[in-house]
């Protein structure tokens, strides 16, 4: 079982950039799918990003494409988050999911959907200032 913890938030102001940091414990990195996702005070969980195993495939929320890209370190268990261009409706708890895909193909079929990831981590707060 994998554990994860996020790293990197905090106060930016708007049109700024920050990277988070998702670090993996505990389970075999590589064998998993990696996400991210947010929650804005008041308003449901929503994808941001996400990538298989290997890096081969990625995938985008449309209101993050082309300013944050997703990547990933199997050797160093860490997946990462880079985001530019910041926008106030960027604020929000960003979380770092994990789903292992070694035994089971269902993240393929909806990389967005926060119920096919098994793992969470706590999250971490990103604010966007004016």
């Known amino acids: 079982q994998v554990q994860l913890v996020e790293s990197g938030g905090g106060l930016v102001q708007a049109g700024g950039s920050l990277r988070l940091s998702c670090s993996a414990s505990g389970g075999t990195f590589s064998n998993y799918a990696m996400g991210w996702f947010r929650q804005a005070p008041g308003k449901e969980r929503e994808f941001v990003a996400a990538m298989s195993w290997n890096g081969g495939m990625t995938y985008y929320a449309d209101s993050v494409k082309g300013r944050f890209t997703i990547s990933r370190d199997n050797a160093k268990n860490t997946v990462a988050l880079q985001m530019y261009s910041l926008r106030l409706e960027d604020t929000a708890v960003y979380y770092c999911?994990?789903?292992?895909?070694?035994?089971?193909?269902?993240?393929?079929?909806?990389?967005?959907?926060?119920?096919?990831?098994?793992?969470w981590g706590q999250g971490t707060q990103v604010t966007v200032s004016s």
């Open positions: 999911a994990a789903e292992d895909t070694l035994y089971s193909s269902r993240w393929y079929t909806s990389p967005k959907e926060s119920a096919e990831y098994d793992y």
